[in-house]
């Protein structure tokens, strides 16, 4: 048997502002990635020498670190 709890925020003004931050913060970080992973994908498909994508993963952890 599952159970669930389904709990209600109620977030006053300067809350409601810092979840929004934090999705938006959520988009940058997937779309930027998407991005990447697009480009390395399509470098390494044209020339099967290049590194695969996957190994550029890190990139991201070193180059926004502490950035928001």
Same mark, same amino acid.
């Given at each position: 048997?599952?159970?669930a709890h389904k709990i209600?925020? %109620? #977030?006053?003004n300067?809350q &409601?502002?810092?979840?929004? %931050? #934090?999705?938006?913060?959520? &988009?940058?970080?997937?779309n930027? #990635?998407?991005e990447?992973w697009?480009?390395?994908y399509?470098a390494?498909k044209e020339?099967?020498?290049?590194p695969?994508?996957?190994q550029?993963?890190?990139?991201?952890?070193?180059?926004?670190?502490?950035?928001?």
């Amino acid at each position: 048997m599952i159970l669930a709890h389904k709990i209600e925020l %109620k #977030a006053n003004n300067k809350q &409601r502002t810092y979840f929004a %931050k #934090a999705c938006g913060v959520a &988009r940058f970080s997937y779309n930027w #990635a998407l991005e990447q992973w697009k480009k390395q994908y399509q470098a390494h498909k044209e020339n099967p020498d290049l590194p695969k994508p996957t190994q550029y993963i890190p990139i991201f952890s070193e180059s926004y670190n502490n950035t928001f």
